[in-house]
């Protein structure tokens, strides 16, 4: 088992990472404030993984309320959370119960928004069981639902107890959904670890056919620098924004094409390229690192241009995105691969251009 | 103007009490984090208030979004918290808007949970025109909504930068209303401040005649009481616990009969009344304390006698409060007055007997 930590004070918290976590109940037990969990997932992670985990808990004496949604982007809305706020109430969970969220990262998401804001915040533990969210989502408390407005709209700050990675949960994950999370394994080179994004540049053929061990060297590695952003900047001050490459382009992706159609990881692919062609065209980058950029994300089976939305539909929706100050768009930028810049500078002509070079069709 | 400080290390802030405060724009302005704030009222206060406050922010260059709410308790649900998000979102706020609550303890409470969530929190400042928001929940950073089975079972902890309470805007305050704030005011003298409770008795009548300096004075020395106990359990692990004497049974009343039927004040007054006579049957209070409790709030003009709900329905609706832990009821008792205590030792049958002797009717 490989194990990492999260460095918050008195907030810390372990991310373990291994094959058949979801049956370790005994390394759950010590982060439970009471006998007593609310087990989250969806219609397609529970009758995969959840009976596993429910009689794990089961068999050393925690009490386990399951409650199961909808799968998809499309539900991470206020109607589903609720359904939360409803089987809680219902089953009389109480301050000190704790929710385990078991699924990709909507369910991390969402469950960790209810347990930042049922009765005012109880505890909860990350159970990934995409790659995505295995390398991104669940580590580093941001949790949120969505607005018809905007992504991640209504959400807040709320670190988890414990992340379980169980490796085993991937061998049930449909290839798309790998190269999605493939697009944020990707980012960590990007913005700030050269060596993994050669690393990656060797390895990504033994990654997409699922090696094992190459997965979980890549998973450990992402954890390992997610871990270490975090613990630097918690709520997103200075240099967490920098996690945040490609997804103001990406965003406007996911909300101009609808939730759910797009997948976030392919969203921010085809941002990481707006991205990389920004940073081109404002001197950073070379022809060779874009090139460079673009094959790591086609060996990933990612896309590597946008949804043909207009450009200013583009401009209209990222003008919506959290990372707006002041009226200013600040964009994350690559200075070099494994260097990354937060940006407020680009000239908007410059920004469109950079749009339209990586439109599709 | 009276000024007191609530001591919270970095997230500290002041409370400004004064007759006008809703013209002083000048004292706001330090606490924006840029010149843009969304000023978020109902419907009963923006016609008497909003003018003032926004004249006043606009004359000094700052940019204003008013949102208008409905009033009452039974709005403060997830449809018009989300009014705010929508308001705020389609007039582009971000990051560093600041969100102003201009209104009673739902709108504080609502606008506070809003700015706690939106964009995973944004800076608010608490201005209560109610004299049950001036003295309890806009100090202290507890913010909420209520969900159909429980009230304030969706919320989070999130500090103001400032709470400014203009004392004229109690002239327009229903005299209902005027005692329901009341009834936290004698809260602090129950639970604490035995001195306090004794100048109450003295001065109920100036209160109750709406005599300016006096209600100044018991605004500031409640906002005193709040601040010490928020300052030193910030997030209730512990004393915090205390200031909801009464409330475990008047959230039955509420709930019971309908959210907004009865005023929160109202429900606190008689749940305290039922506090008190647990008390009596535990052996702390002695009868001539319980007159004395009961007195005071009669002085008020509040009731001291719970709805006629069945006593079953009372402990089912109490079952649900956030207070429960490991199954168990935690009731803030008095083993004097102004020495309360955190207890979860009485026996059923005594709670029962306690609610039957102040039931109405």
């Given at each position: 088992?490989?194990?990492?930590?999260?460095?918050?004070?008195?907030?810390?918290?372990?991310?373990?990472?291994?094959?058949?976590?979801?049956?370790?109940?005994?390394?759950?037990?010590?982060?439970?404030?009471?006998?007593?969990?609310?087990?989250?997932?969806?219609?397609?992670?529970?009758?995969?993984?959840?009976?596993?985990?429910?009689?794990?808990?089961?068999?050393?004496?925690?009490?386990?309320?399951?409650?199961?949604?909808?799968?998809?982007?499309?539900?991470?809305?206020?109607?589903?959370?609720?359904?939360?706020?409803?089987?809680?109430?219902?089953?009389?969970?109480?301050r000190?119960?704790?929710?385990?969220?078991?699924?990709?990262?909507?369910?991390?998401?969402?469950?960790?928004?209810?347990?930042a804001t049922f009765q005012r915040g109880v505890?909860?533990?990350?159970?990934?069981?995409?790659?995505?969210?295995?390398?991104?989502?669940?580590?580093?408390?941001?949790?949120?639902?969505?607005?018809?407005?905007?992504?991640?709209?209504?959400?807040?700050?709320?670190?988890?107890?414990?992340?379980?990675?169980?490796?085993?949960?991937?061998?049930?994950?449909?290839?798309?959904?790998?190269?999605?999370?493939?697009?944020?394994?990707?980012?960590?080179?990007?913005?700030?670890?050269?060596?993994?994004?050669?690393?990656?540049?060797?390895?990504?053929?033994?990654?997409?056919?699922?090696?094992?061990?190459?997965?979980?060297?890549?998973?450990?590695?992402?954890?390992?620098?997610?871990?270490?952003?975090?613990?630097?900047?918690?709520?997103?001050?200075?240099?967490?924004?920098?996690?945040?490459?490609?997804?103001?382009?990406?965003?406007?992706?996911?909300?101009?094409?609808?939730?759910?159609?797009?997948?976030?990881?392919?969203?921010?692919?085809?941002?990481?390229?707006?991205?990389?062609?920004?940073?081109?065209?404002?001197?950073?980058?070379?022809?060779?690192?874009?090139?460079?950029?673009?094959?790591?994300?086609?060996?990933?089976?990612?896309?590597?241009?946008?949804?043909?939305?207009?450009?200013?539909?583009?401009?209209?929706?990222?003008?919506?995105?959290?990372?707006?100050?002041?009226?200013?768009?600040?964009?994350?930028?690559?200075?070099?691969?494994?260097?990354?810049?937060?940006?407020?500078?680009?000239?908007?002509?410059?920004?469109?251009?950079?749009?339209?070079?990586?439109?599709?069709?």
């Open positions: 088992m490989r194990t990492l930590n999260v460095a918050l004070g008195e907030r810390s918290y372990p991310i373990h990472i291994a094959k058949g976590l979801r049956h370790r109940a005994d390394i759950v037990l010590p982060h439970l404030k009471t006998r007593r969990v609310a087990l989250i997932s969806n219609e397609t992670v529970a009758p995969l993984y959840l009976a596993d985990v429910r009689s794990a808990l089961e068999a050393i004496g925690v009490g386990v309320t399951a409650i199961v949604l909808p799968d998809g982007e499309v539900y991470k809305d206020w109607a589903t959370l609720n359904r939360i706020f409803d089987g809680l109430l219902e089953a009389r969970c109480e000190s119960t704790t929710l385990i969220a078991l699924g990709g990262g909507v369910i991390g998401d969402m469950v960790g928004f209810a347990a505890p909860f533990i990350q159970m990934p069981t995409t790659l995505l969210s295995q390398v991104d989502s669940s580590v580093g408390g941001k949790t949120a639902i969505n607005h018809p407005l905007g992504k991640n709209m209504i959400g807040a700050f709320h670190q988890p107890r414990l992340v379980m990675v169980d490796i085993e949960t991937l061998d049930t994950l449909p290839d798309r959904e790998l190269s999605a999370g493939m697009a944020e394994v990707i980012k960590y080179g990007l913005i700030r670890d050269p060596d993994f994004f050669d690393w990656l540049e060797a390895n990504m053929a033994a990654l997409m056919a699922r090696d094992a061990d190459a997965l979980a060297d890549a998973i450990a590695r992402s954890c390992a620098n997610k871990a270490e952003v975090v613990a630097e900047d918690e709520t997103e001050q200075g240099v967490r924004a920098t996690l945040n490459l490609g997804h103001t382009f990406g965003h406007a992706i996911e909300a101009g094409m609808g939730y759910g159609s797009w997948l976030h990881g392919e969203a921010v692919a085809a941002g990481a390229m707006m991205a990389a062609e920004l940073s081109r065209l404002r001197g950073w980058l070379d022809e060779a690192a874009v090139a460079r950029i673009e094959a790591i994300h086609v060996a990933a089976r990612l896309p590597v241009r946008g949804a043909a939305l207009e450009v200013a539909r583009y401009l209209e929706l990222m003008a919506h995105d959290k990372k707006v100050e002041d009226g200013r768009l600040r964009l994350v930028l690559l200075q070099a691969i494994g260097r990354a810049v937060i940006d407020g500078a680009s000239p908007p002509d410059l920004i469109e251009q950079a749009i339209r070079a990586r439109l599709d069709g």
